[in-house]
């Protein structure tokens, strides 16, 4: 089941949907970090890992798997505006469903065959 999200944080996260790349990224907190991991020297003496909070809704994204940290910011981004699609998604109502004539029937015949069969064992005293 899909959490209560507050309707202003997920207004918040549709009008973030329609902003551009870099009116996105000037909404956000960037901080650069030590990426760990393989990738070799580069990669353990650069801060090349991204990290960007939305501050209107406080989603918090990194993205670490390049040596480059344009490349990673891009992928920050990317990771960001699907959390803010998810975010703003509003489910559907779910509604009570009720069985249909035709199964209501043939539940009950089943019942009956079953009530008849034991009714009979203990006609016969089995």
């Known amino acids: 089941m899909e959490?209560?999200?507050?309707?202003?944080?997920?207004?918040a996260a549709r009008r973030a949907l329609a902003l551009p790349g870099e009116a996105l990224l000037a909404e956000c907190e960037e901080?650069?970090?030590?990426?760990?991991?393989?990738?070799?020297?580069?990669?353990?003496?650069?801060?090349?890992?991204?990290?960007?909070v939305h501050r209107p809704t406080g989603v918090t994204v990194t993205a670490t798997e390049r040596r480059s940290q344009p490349q990673n910011r891009a992928a920050a981004l990317v990771r960001?505006?699907?959390?803010?699609?998810?975010?703003?998604?509003?489910?559907?109502?779910r509604r009570a469903t009720r069985p249909t004539r035709g199964s209501r029937?043939?539940?009950?015949?089943?019942?009956?065959?079953?009530?008849?069969k034991k009714a009979a064992r203990r006609e016969r005293g089995d």
Do not use: M, W, Y
């Open 105 to 116: 029937e043939r539940r009950l015949a089943g019942k009956r065959i079953v009530s008849e």
């Open 31 to 52: 901080t650069f970090f030590v990426a760990s991991g393989p990738g070799g020297q580069h990669r353990n003496k650069t801060e090349s890992g991204v990290r960007l």
């Open 3 to 11: 959490p209560q999200v507050d309707p202003a944080i997920r207004a």
């Open 80 to 93: 960001l505006r699907e959390r803010l699609q998810a975010l703003s998604h509003v489910p559907r109502p």
